[in-house]
């Protein structure tokens, strides 16, 4: 475990969404020299699909309760979330800023709140 300062963890997020933008074909991202760019040249379906998949080797990882795999396969499932929301214009910040909203109110309470559909 690092112990780099909470506050770090969404500078990082922030960085590689910078660099993601700078990757995006849609502002001159070369995908012949850039994973990401090749990603996103493919459109949702490709992204989407790596989602589904990194996602699945996370349940996998965690079925074999071996945490080096959990880490390095969250990781990839992180990254490819990522560069979807790259896609749809959207930045870590605003998914941090929605975990901070529901920071303490418990997941029961928030359920029971809910109008009856
Ligand atoms: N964090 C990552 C990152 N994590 C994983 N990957 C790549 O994601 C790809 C998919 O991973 P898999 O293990 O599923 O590999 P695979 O099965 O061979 O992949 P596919 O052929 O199915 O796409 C691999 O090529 C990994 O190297 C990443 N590629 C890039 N980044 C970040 O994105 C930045 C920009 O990357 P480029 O666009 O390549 O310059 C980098 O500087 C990093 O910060």
New binding site residues.
């Given amino acids: 475990m690092t112990d780099r300062p909470a506050n770090d963890s969404i500078d990082i997020l922030e960085r590689?969404a910078d660099?993601?933008a700078t990757?995006n074909p849609a502002r001159g991202g070369d995908p012949s020299?850039?994973?990401?760019?090749k990603?996103l040249a493919k459109g949702p379906d490709a992204f989407l699909k790596?989602i589904g998949?990194?996602a699945t080797e996370v349940v996998l990882a965690a079925k074999d309760a071996d945490p080096d795999k959990i880490l390095y396969e969250t990781?990839?499932l992180w990254?490819h979330c990522l560069v979807m929301l790259e896609h749809y214009g959207l930045r870590p910040r605003q998914v941090i800023d929605e975990l901070a909203r529901r920071e303490g109110l418990s997941g029961l309470a928030e359920k029971a709140a809910r109008p009856p559909s």
């Fill in positions: 590689i660099t993601l990757r020299t850039s994973y990401v760019a990603l790596k998949e990194e990781a990839d990254f």
